[in-house]
């Protein structure tokens, strides 16, 4: 069990992810770790009907990969995770996995109304229209509320017209279903932003091929223009020598840079007076040259930093009434004393008149709520 904290690093919120992450520290391995999806056939007509809707598809195909119970558990939390977390509880984003075998190409992503189109959902065995889903299947009474107000809803429907599943509540019972018999798996992303789409498909891909299944792409149709997906081309970003001196603190070499960064898997290369870096396309958190800083201090390590007294006029320190008031703090529990702290403002009643005390000059609220402390 790992607690990860990265809540900006989607592609670390799995097994694959964190051995991934992982391996350039214990291994030879350095730089951006290399993926290639092979051309295929497979076809998503997108239709301009789903535009108010949920606008953006992605897609991938994992062939010749050994489906485990194991390997299941995983790939179902990771879809979870990213669907939950980076896709705001399937808002922007939502991840569909399915038998690869039980479709068939050219697929269409369209917009239908409530009860134009029926199909079995995931984990029935009876017919329902896409009103009815949202109503009776246990994801759609969940997710309902993402189509609320919407005269259509978003499916994917395959050549045969069987669909496959009706984004992002839940797939069909047809195509939908992945076991251990499964050899081939579809995936797909359906969101807000096509960005973000892609960024999350490029962490499932990613996984499933450091499982040793083999990728291939899918040819998106938005009518003005044809998109490939996964597209796994590094994004590139330009990090100055001084600021990297001047807000690490240290004087590294290009060489200890080109190691820092290519063990956090960066491709990295000089230029006049910055560094050029390569970064993998599923990292969506560099945003910023600081980011890449970030990343040099984690590689470098904040222990290995030499602390040093700052060389200025005067340094904060405790004063010594306040250390000695420190000293009881931490004897009187021992004597059975109980230690209160109380932020509550107080009134002129409480603090003069009832503690029998002349009244002096005090601090007061000219319009307070309440009378009472």
Not at 62 to 70: F, P, S
Not at 119 to 127: I, S
């Amino acid at each position: 069990k790992i607690d990860c904290k990265e809540s900006n690093r989607p592609d670390l919120w799995s097994t694959e992810g964190m051995a991934r992450a992982l391996s350039p520290f214990y291994t030879k391995e350095r730089g951006i770790r290399k993926y290639e999806a092979q051309a295929s056939e497979m076809y998503i007509h997108v239709d301009r009907t789903v535009d108010e809707v949920r606008p953006f598809i992605t897609a991938a195909i994992i062939t010749d990969i050994n489906i485990t119970e194991e390997l299941l558990k995983q790939l179902i939390q990771l879809q979870e995770k990213v669907s939950m977390t980076f896709g705001r509880k399937r808002k922007t984003i939502g991840l569909g996995i399915y038998d690869y075998d039980r479709i068939t190409s050219p697929l269409t992503y369209k917009a239908f109304k409530p009860n134009e189109l029926k199909y079995v959902p995931l984990g029935f065995t009876k017919e329902m229209t896409l009103k009815e889903v949202l109503e009776k299947h246990p994801k759609g009474i969940e997710y309902a509320h993402l189509l609320k107000g919407h005269e259509r809803y978003p499916v994917i429907i395959d050549k045969n017209n069987i669909v496959a599943s009706m984004p992002p509540i839940t797939n069909s019972e047809t195509t939908g279903k992945v076991t251990e018999k499964t050899k081939n798996l579809f995936l797909e992303v359906t969101g807000t932003n096509l960005e973000d789409c892609k960024i999350a498909l490029n962490v499932m891909a990613c996984a499933l091929a450091d499982r040793g299944g083999k990728l291939h792409s899918v040819t998106l149709d938005y009518g003005k223009e044809k998109i490939i997906t996964p597209d796994f081309t590094p994004k590139r970003i330009k990090v100055k020598f001084e600021d990297i001196e001047r807000i690490t603190g240290l004087k590294l070499s290009l060489k200890e840079l080109k190691e820092l960064l290519e063990r956090f898997g960066y491709d990295v290369k000089k230029a006049k007076d910055c560094l050029e870096v390569e970064y993998p396309s599923f990292r969506q958190d560099i945003l910023h040259p600081v980011d890449v800083i970030e990343d040099i201090l984690i590689s470098y390590g904040f222990n290995n930093i030499e602390p040093l007294v700052p060389n200025i006029a005067t340094r904060g320190e405790l004063l010594e009434f306040e250390m000695f008031c420190e000293s009881l703090r931490n004897a009187l529990p021992g004597l059975g004393a109980q230690e209160l702290l109380n932020f509550t403002l107080t009134n002129k009643d409480v603090l003069f008149t009832k503690m029998n005390i002349k009244e002096y000059g005090c601090v007061e609220i000219a319009n307070p709520v309440s009378s009472k402390w």
